[in-house]
């Protein structure tokens, strides 16, 4: 059955949007192709970039003009992309979006790698398409407490202007991020903000300074302050690493017996996880939180000169018990529109609250009997779908808005009126513990014509842990 559709409200412009026809990518493609309106001539054949930049920020439009325009700025970029030791994999999409910096938006990728041993080094460079970079830059981002100086430090080597701005997909990386952009005066926000959001105890401070809903939260460094953080807290509660992602050690309890086990489990992996301990700018400890009760939903939000210019929202199916990860999600939301509304203004006010004024954010929050509540700001955008949801339902590629303005390109994407259809995601998380026998439990239902891809995240042989 189709799902209800709300219409999505229209943001960051004056003027409505025309409905998009075709991608935006496409578009850009056709103008190349032809003479420009005569609106546009004389600064679409500028090779004054300083010139174009400033017609965008006095004329931000949303329509596919402009757009093009600003995927123009991109060519011949030359962007530092900071990779991330602590990640072991490199995702099919991930090298599409590199693809798709250098061949459609040619613009330069210098990725940023501790030595050629690096993961994410051999897996760029070890694909037979080629590599998935310009240039390789060395600076080690092993350490983190000294990452982000070190990569300072490297960068400096080169002469003024030798790069246009700092840019990483990671979210662990993006308080390096900040911090080398703004030593460089590059396009950024300040390290500041981007710690605040890393780190959930100080968003949860940032948040009741305020005046922003969040649920109750404490910092525990040791076992002799369980007590006092559960009396304060309360059942059932979730225990966190204070800067984790994914969901990755993330455990609920029910009681002083669950809690004392899961800070023992955590606290090992804090030790010895590198996905969990590689938080540059960041102290890593263990926090306790209430458990919220209530719908999950995904705000995305695109900032563009401390304003948003494009939100949207994504529903998260209810994960199986005792797992956070949620079980799908789907776009555009079928939740009602007036709560949708609630859910952007809190989201927003977030964002701000935490000090950022460009680029992507993806707000994890709950709406709960109280209102909207944050779980987590993440600043960058959405993992898994989300890339796909938006340029499916409303045509913006959330990607290339998020790279062009940390670029220091305006951004303002055009976006369809009205949903153009509907995609969901369903995400299956294992229930129990084991090695994985056979993978081609997906093979049936990839044939069926309504899905448009299923894969398979694990290797027969895997041990997995339900």
């Known amino acids: 059955t ?64 402009t757009q093009a325009m600003r995927m123009r700025c991109m060519k011949g970029k030359k962007i530092v992309w900071v990779t991330c030791p602590a990640i072991h994999f490199m995702s099919q999409g991930m090298k599409d979006r590199l693809t798709f910096i250098l061949e459609e938006l040619q613009a330069e990728v210098h990725a940023v790698f501790t030595s050629t041993d690096d993961f994410l080094y051999k897996c760029m460079t070890q694909d037979p398409k080629g590599n998935y970079f310009t240039s390789a830059l060395f600076a080690d981002i092993s350490d983190e407490e000294t990452a982000a100086d070190n990569v300072i430090d ?35 926000n300040t390290p500041e903000a981007y710690c605040a959001a890393r780190d959930k105890f100080r968003a949860r401070e940032v948040l009741e300074a305020n005046g922003l809903a969040t649920p109750r939260y404490a910092k525990v460094d040791s076992p002799a302050e369980l007590a006092a953080a559960l009396e304060h807290v309360g059942y059932p509660a979730v225990v966190k690493p204070s800067s984790g992602a994914g969901s990755e050690g993330v455990y609920q309890v029910h009681s002083p017996a669950d809690l004392a086990r899961v800070y023992g489990k955590l606290s090992q992996q804090l030790a010895e996880d590198d996905e969990l301990n590689w938080n540059p700018g960041c102290t890593a400890f263990i926090l306790v939180e209430q458990m919220m009760r209530g719908d999950e939903f995904d705000v995305d939000l695109l900032f563009n000169d401390g304003e948003c210019v494009f939100r949207g929202l994504n529903d998260n199916w209810a994960p199986i018990d005792k797992f956070f990860l949620e079980n799908g999600c789907n776009c ?29 954010f993806h707000v994890e929050c709950m709406y709960t009997a109280e209102g909207p509540m944050l779980i987590e700001c993440n600043p960058r955008q959405g993992g898994g779908p989300i890339q796909d949801f938006y340029k499916g339902v409303w045509g913006v590629d959330t990607f290339a808005n998020f790279l062009m303005v940390s670029m220091g390109v305006p951004v303002n994407p055009p976006r369809a009126s009205a949903p153009r259809k509907a995609l969901v995601e369903y995400m299956y998380s294992p229930q129990v513990t084991g090695i994985v026998n056979d993978t081609g439990f997906l093979d049936a239902i990839r044939l069926h014509p309504n899905v448009l891809h299923a894969r398979v995240s694990v290797k027969q042989g895997q041990w997995v842990e339900g």
């Open 332 to 360: 555009p939301s079928r939740y009602p529109q007036d709560k949708q509304d609630e859910l952007f203004a809190y989201a927003e006010a977030v964002v701000k609250a935490l000090g950022f004024t460009l680029g992507m």
């Open 2 to 65: 189709s799902p209800s559709i709300h219409p999505h409200p229209l943001h960051g412009s004056h003027a409505t949007p025309r409905p998009l026809c075709q991608d935006p990518l496409t578009e850009w493609h056709r103008l190349r192709a032809r003479t420009p309106p005569h609106t546009h001539t004389a600064i679409m054949t500028c090779s004054d970039e300083a010139a174009v930049l400033a017609y965008l920020r006095d004329n931000n439009n949303a329509d596919l003009e």
């Open 154 to 188: 490297m960068l400096r080597q080169y002469p003024a202007g030798a790069f246009d701005g700092v840019f990483s997909p990671y979210e662990q990386a993006q308080t390096v991020v900040g911090a080398v952009a703004q030593a460089l005066g590059m396009p950024h």
